[in-house]
Nanobody, 128 residues
Framework: QVQLVESGGGLVQPGGSLRLSCAVS????????FGWFRQAPGKRREGVSC????????YYADSVKGRFTISRDNAKKTVYLQMNNLKPEDTAVYYC?????????????????????WGQGTQVTVSS
């Protein structure tokens, strides 16, 4: 079992920044990749980014590449998503995920991918 608790969402103006955090607990965490997906009202779930617990490799959706940075602190068992230059289209509920697949691209890019675990979500609203 893996438990994920997100924090750090909020309201920000276009061009602003936010950092999301995901506190991870459970066993054999190095067996999983961790990351984020998002879902906006009326839209399909979208993978955002993933990071490997084993070697730190990362993968990003094209829509966030160059603006978002995923990182992890294994000692604190926390995964972060630094979001810069936010746009109104980034508005969504952001969920932390854990998945046993080591194929980062597959986890992020497969439409409606069924993740092994996810958190309760945190709202990010980008608006002036």
């Amino acid at each position: 079992q893996v438990q994920l608790v997100e924090s750090g969402g909020g309201l920000v103006q276009p061009g602003g920044s936010l950092r999301l955090s995901c506190a991870v607990s459970g066993r054999t965490l190095d067996s999983y990749v961790f990351g984020w997906f998002r879902q906006a009202p009326g839209k399909r779930r979208e993978g955002v980014s993933c990071i490997s617990s084993r070697d730190g490799q990362t993968y990003y959706a094209d829509s966030v590449k160059g603006r978002f940075t995923i990182s992890r602190d294994n000692a604190k068992k926390t995964v972060y998503l630094q979001m810069n230059n936010l746009k109104p289209e980034d508005t969504a509920v952001y969920y932390c995920l854990a998945d046993s697949s080591q194929d980062l691209a597959r986890v992020v890019t497969t439409p409606s991918y069924e993740y092994d675990y996810w958190g309760q979500g945190t709202q990010v609203t980008v608006s002036s």
